[in-house]
T-cell receptor, first 112, second 114 residues
Framework: QKEVEQNSGPLSVPEGAIASLNCTYS??????FFWYRQYSGKSPELIMS????GDKEDGRFTAQLNKASQYVSLLIRDSQPSDSATYLC????????????FGKGITLSVRP | EPEVTQTPSHQVTQMGQEVILRCVPI?????FYWYRQILGQKVEFLVS????????KSEIFDDQFSVERPDGSNFTLKIRSTKLEDSAMYFC????????????FGDGTRLSIL
């Protein structure tokens, strides 16, 4: 059974701080890694994808991947109250269908 | 920005009834998916669909479930005889390809079984 684990949280940071969200996965065959943001009652919204070891930056977001440690993280710089949401880590394998396996998510609260 | 659209946004149905959830994937996407999320739980894969046939299905996707692409734009999920435990948010997603191609999600259908 392929598992994606996220610290259950919730995580609370002050406005302007860096939020660090972590995720581990069990399947060494996992190839693609995604971070989705989900506001309460809404659908997952893609915010970052990463496929190679190292860092990938997009605006205030940085995704980090370490395949040897089976670890992927998301850093949010200059956190804003609008970043308050649940962040879902999702992985796919090399299978032809690339189904997403999701973690349970971590809820981030940014305090004004 | 093209998007995945789902209808209805909310469906209330009596247990034992059939429901059809509808999705219009992004027009040039080739891979289609259904996921569900029971309240407070993780998003779970149900089924993937490519080239007019099911590519993969999960253990959840038993004989009461079926999918269809009846025309060039719609992608439907049918639940034949609904049970209380089918109550969940159902998300449709589509992608251009597999692997590195991200999946884009619709707004979901909230299914409530009474």
């Amino acid at each position: 059974q392929k598992e994606v684990e996220q610290n259950s949280g919730p995580l609370s940071v002050p406005e302007g701080a860096i939020a660090s969200l972590n995720c581990t996965y069990s399947d060494r065959g996992s190839q693609s890694f995604f971070w989705y943001r989900q506001y309460s009652g809404k659908s997952p919204e893609l915010i970052m994808s990463i496929y190679s070891n190292g860092d990938k930056e997009d605006g205030r977001f940085t995704a980090q991947l370490n395949k040897a440690s089976q670890y992927v993280s998301l850093l949010i710089r200059d956190s804003q109250p609008s970043d308050s949401a649940t962040y879902l880590c999702a992985v796919t394998d090399t299978g032809a269908n690339s189904k997403l396996t999701f973690g349970k998510g971590i809820t981030l609260s940014v305090r004004p | 920005e093209p998007e995945v659209t789902q209808t209805p946004s909310h469906q209330v149905t009596q247990m034992g009834q059939e429901v059809i959830l509808r999705c219009v994937p992004i027009s040039n996407h080739l891979y289609f998916y259904w996921y569900r999320q029971i309240l407070g739980q993780k998003v779970e894969f149900l089924v993937s669909f490519y080239n007019n046939e099911i590519s993969e299905k999960s253990e959840i996707f038993d004989d009461q479930f079926s999918v269809e692409r009846p025309d060039g734009s719609n992608f439907t999920l049918k639940i034949r005889s609904t049970k209380l435990e089918d109550s969940a948010m159902y998300f449709c997603a589509s992608s251009l390809g597999t692997g590195n191609q991200p999946q884009h999600f619709g707004d979901g259908t909230r299914l409530s079984i009474l």
